[in-house]
T-cell receptor, first 114, second 108 residues
Framework: DTEVTQTPKHLVMGMTNKKSLKCEQH?????MYWYKQKAKKPPELMFV???????INESVPSRFSPECPNSSLLNLHLHALQPEDSALYLC?????????????FGPGTRLTVL | GQQLNQSPQSMFIQEGEDVSMNCTSS?????WLWYKQDPGEGPVLLIA?????ELTSNGRLTAQFGITRKDSFLNISASIPSDVGIYFC????????FGAGTTVTVRA
């Protein structure tokens, strides 16, 4: 199984809503990532988890809250988002957080904030 | 991470043509990756390069890791309609630094 899965595929939420994005991998990878991608731009790193611990937070606003319940799962909790947060949110995983461990991406969640 | 210089920004292909794109960086990377992204989908890893000078093929795709570790190119031979999409280069160190992407479109 070489797949990273993400749910939901699409999400529309109001600025006062609370929602969560989910990501799962069964490749035994110990590093997982959240990226944000705007149209026609490359992905931008948000968070890195290594061995279920948060290693990197790229100065992401606190309205985005990541969680890694176990080595296969990664969540992104959303609260009080702004319309400019609308984007494709990508999860990725790699064997480890190392230069030689290539990252594999999921299909993404298309988020629209109204 | 830093953004890499990827060119061309866009290109039009005719079925059967060979196409080429490249990526340069001011920094050295130990790993270069090439991804393809279709609309509404996540990037799919095409080729990973680990050694300076390495030339790697995956079907009709060929990529090379530059000797200086600061550049890479991707060639697509005998292009077909499903080659359209956005191609991203990325240097991994361990964060991914992406190029701006090359948009490949079919020539009408």
């Amino acid at each position: 199984d070489t797949e990273v899965t993400q749910t939901p595929k699409h999400l529309v939420m109001g600025m006062t809503n609370k929602k969560s994005l989910k990501c799962e991998q069964h490749m035994g990878h110990r590093a997982m990532y959240w990226y944000k991608q705007k149209a026609k731009k490359p992905p931008e790193l948000m968070f890195v988890y290594s061995y279920e611990k948060l290693s990197i937070n790229e100065s992401v606003p606190s309205r985005f809250s990541p969680e890694c319940p176990n080595s296969s799962l990664l969540n992104l909790h959303l609260h009080a988002l702004q319309p400019e947060d609308s984007a494709l949110y990508l999860c990725a995983s790699s064997q480890a957080y190392l230069p030689e461990s290539e990252q594999f991406f999921g299909p993404g969640t298309r988020l629209t904030v109204l | 991470g830093q953004q890499l210089n990827q060119s061309p920004q866009s290109m039009f292909i005719q079925e059967g043509e060979d196409v080429s794109m490249n990526c340069t960086s001011s920094s050295i990377f130990n790993t270069w990756l090439w991804y393809k992204q279709d609309p509404g989908e996540g990037p799919v890893l095409l080729i990973a390069l680990y050694k300076a000078g390495e030339l790697t093929s995956n079907g009709r795709l060929t990529a090379q890791f530059g000797i200086t570790r600061k550049d890479s190119f991707l060639n697509i031979s005998a292009s077909i309609p499903s080659d359209v999409g956005i191609y991203f280069c990325a240097g991994q160190g361990p964060k991914l630094s992406f190029g701006a992407g090359t948009t490949v479109t079919v020539r009408a």
